[in-house]
């Protein structure tokens, strides 16, 4: 005779539960299910935006879902960079991260609205662009020496120059030019690097210190003036500019560097597949000669990737922390 089985009604509620759970879509779902959500924290325009826009439809291509962009951009990157730090930590809202925002602009804060190294899951780095000193057009000025020269010369404040915003990835190199030369220089940040071009080509700010991509183009149509790169060689495209290191700054060297971060801790699955796709985008042809011919260097293979990208970052963070004790900027 066969004894039907009776399960007790609290292993009944459980293994109910249990169904349930493994029939759901979010236990079974394959990353990624949808689309992802890109926070640029950079104004649109700008050499942060333009490695973004170059990197995205390739990943997207390879991941199988769109990414769309949103730009955040204000207070250096810390604006868009705190909604992201905020974000929920499925590998669905990533931070297309930088100097400003992972950087500096959280070292200039005496209450840092976020920590880059703990709310925040490297990815991998995508480019690396060196920054130079560019002039409005009509400046009788052709290198460094004659920048500093006329800046004194004309009394006032000296010469404006314009950066993505205090705390950005240009403005604290430009304090350590202004310390190391005594160049008289009226700092004029504004709400990204892409924001502050139409002021130089109308002349209302005298020059800019920001990446060689945002203003190569000017500098070959003579719109405006490049005086001095921040690398550590001349650059092959703009020969005729001096380094930093050529006038006389030893080891002056400045740059900004893009990359992808995802709001920690994101699922180790969703990182793998990310960097993944970043890997295939940064192998493009198209990609790397679009980076180059504007003077930007693809991140070296081993940047590429979580440990590369978080060791870097580390790094960056130290470094950026003695260079503001030399040039007496203190977190406001």
């Given at each position: 005779?066969?004894?039907?089985?009776?399960?007790?009604?609290?292993?009944?509620?459980k293994?109910?539960?249990?169904?349930?759970?493994?029939?759901?879509?979010?236990?079974?779902?394959?990353?990624?299910?949808?689309p992802?959500?890109?926070?640029?924290?950079?104004?649109?325009?700008?050499?942060?935006?333009?490695?973004?826009?170059?990197?995205?439809?390739?990943?997207?291509?390879?991941?199988?879902q769109?990414?769309?962009?949103?730009?955040?951009?204000?207070?250096?990157?810390?604006?868009?960079?705190e909604?992201?730090?905020?974000?929920?930590?499925?590998?669905?809202?990533?931070?297309?991260?930088?100097?400003?925002?992972?950087?500096?602009?959280?070292?200039?804060?005496?209450?840092?609205?976020?920590?880059?190294l703990?709310?925040?899951q490297?990815?991998?780095?995508?480019?690396?662009?060196?920054?130079?000193?560019?002039?409005?057009?009509?400046?009788?000025?052709?290198?460094?020496?004659?920048?500093?020269?006329?800046?004194?010369?004309?009394?006032?404040?000296?010469?404006?120059?314009?950066?993505?915003?205090?705390?950005?990835?240009?403005?604290?190199?430009?304090?350590?030019f202004?310390?190391?030369?005594?160049?008289?220089?009226?700092?004029?940040?504004?709400?990204?690097?892409?924001?502050?071009?139409p002021?130089?080509?109308?002349?209302?700010?005298?020059?800019?210190?920001?990446?060689?991509?945002?203003?190569?183009?000017?500098?070959?149509?003579?719109?405006?003036?490049?005086?001095?790169?921040?690398?550590?060689?001349?650059?092959?495209?703009?020969?005729?500019?001096?380094?930093?290191?050529d006038?006389?700054?030893?080891?002056?060297?400045?740059?900004?560097?893009?990359?992808?971060?995802?709001t920690s801790?994101?699922?180790?699955?969703?990182?793998?597949?990310?960097?993944?796709a970043?890997?295939?985008?940064?192998?493009?042809?198209?990609?790397?000669?679009?980076?180059?011919k504007?003077?930007?260097?693809?991140?070296?293979v081993?940047l590429?990737?979580?440990?590369g990208?978080?060791?870097?970052?580390?790094?960056?963070?130290?470094?950026?922390?003695?260079?503001?004790?030399?040039?007496?900027?203190?977190?406001?």
């Amino acid at each position: 005779m066969n004894i039907p089985m009776i399960l007790p009604r609290r292993n009944f509620i459980k293994i109910a539960s249990l169904t349930a759970l493994l029939s759901s879509k979010d236990v079974w779902a394959k990353y990624p299910d949808h689309p992802i959500h890109l926070i640029v924290p950079l104004a649109v325009g700008g050499n942060g935006d333009n490695m973004a826009r170059l990197t995205q439809p390739l990943m997207a291509s390879q991941l199988g879902q769109p990414i769309v962009i949103e730009n955040r951009g204000g207070a250096g990157g810390s604006l868009g960079t705190e909604i992201a730090s905020h974000a929920q930590a499925d590998g669905y809202t990533l931070l297309w991260g930088s100097n400003g925002s992972l950087v500096n602009s959280p070292l200039m804060q005496k209450v840092p609205r976020y920590n880059p190294l703990k709310d925040f899951q490297s990815i991998g780095l995508m480019s690396m662009v060196p920054m130079v000193l560019v002039l409005r057009k009509g400046l009788p000025i052709n290198n460094l020496k004659e920048f500093i020269a006329y800046g004194a010369s004309n009394g006032g404040a000296g010469l404006s120059i314009g950066t993505s915003g205090v705390g950005g990835s240009n403005h604290i190199p430009l304090e350590l030019f202004k310390k190391a030369t005594n160049a008289k220089i009226l700092h004029v940040p504004y709400r990204g690097g892409g924001s502050a071009l139409p002021d130089l080509l109308g002349g209302n700010v005298d020059g800019l210190f920001t990446e060689v991509s945002t203003v190569l183009d000017m500098h070959k149509t003579g719109q405006a003036r490049i005086i001095g790169i921040a690398s550590s060689q001349r650059s092959p495209l703009i020969p005729e500019v001096e380094t930093f290191i050529d006038f006389g700054l030893n080891n002056f060297t400045a740059f900004t560097f893009n990359g992808l971060w995802a709001t920690s801790p994101a699922p180790a699955d969703c990182i793998n597949q990310l960097q993944s796709a970043l890997a295939y985008a940064l192998k493009n042809p198209q990609l790397i000669a679009n980076v180059t011919k504007h003077g930007g260097l693809i991140a070296p293979v081993e940047l590429q990737t979580p440990l590369g990208a978080q060791k870097f970052l580390e790094k960056e963070i130290n470094t950026t922390i003695l260079a503001m004790k030399i040039a007496n900027i203190e977190p406001e």
